[in-house]
């Protein structure tokens, strides 16, 4: 038999549980268009950044079903809004901060692990981090100097 004070703790979790999915925000999910493309200095470096990077770090993130529900919801939507104002691979025609990029893809800082553990694909072996920075590095020396972005390919 489950004790009155324990039953109403599990009802108030659970009533606030639902409550909490009322709130608005964490809840818009709509991709802005893809405008412009980096010049991507191969066709490798493309493939692992549309793999690890591209939900966080684009216009074509793919909302799994978590990120619907409260309160995770809020934290992928701050997380996803915050690297998209950073780096974002599909908004190439507007300056970004990519000067960071290849050190933090070397040294296992991204993709971040919490993505990691709901995402395995996204999981870079040793040598395609190092390839993973390599062209990241290679794509911020094209970008005029000091990463400040450079305008991209049209999207197509």
Not at 73 to 83: C, F, H, L, P, T
Not at 132 to 138: F, I, K, R, S, V
Request: proline share 9%.
């Amino acid at each position: 038999m489950v004790r009155p004070w324990l039953r109403r703790a599990l009802l108030g979790v659970g009533a606030g549980a639902v409550l909490i999915q009322l709130l608005p925000f964490g809840r818009e999910h709509a991709n802005p268009p893809v405008r412009a493309t980096p010049p991507w200095p191969d066709a490798r470096t493309r493939t692992l950044a549309t793999r690890s990077c591209f939900d966080c770090h684009s216009n074509q993130t793919r909302w799994a079903w978590y990120t619907f529900v409260a309160p995770a919801s809020w934290a992928v939507q701050r997380d996803v809004y915050r690297a998209r104002e950073k780096l974002n691979f599909t908004e190439w025609d507007r300056s970004q901060q990519i000067e960071k990029a290849p050190e933090k893809v070397r040294e296992g800082e991204m993709p971040l692990p919490q993505y990691l553990l709901a995402h395995p694909e996204a999981r870079l072996t040793p040598a395609e981090r190092a390839a993973l920075a390599q062209g990241l590095a290679a794509l911020a020396g094209t970008d005029g100097g000091g990463g400040r972005g450079r305008r991209g390919r049209e999207p197509g």
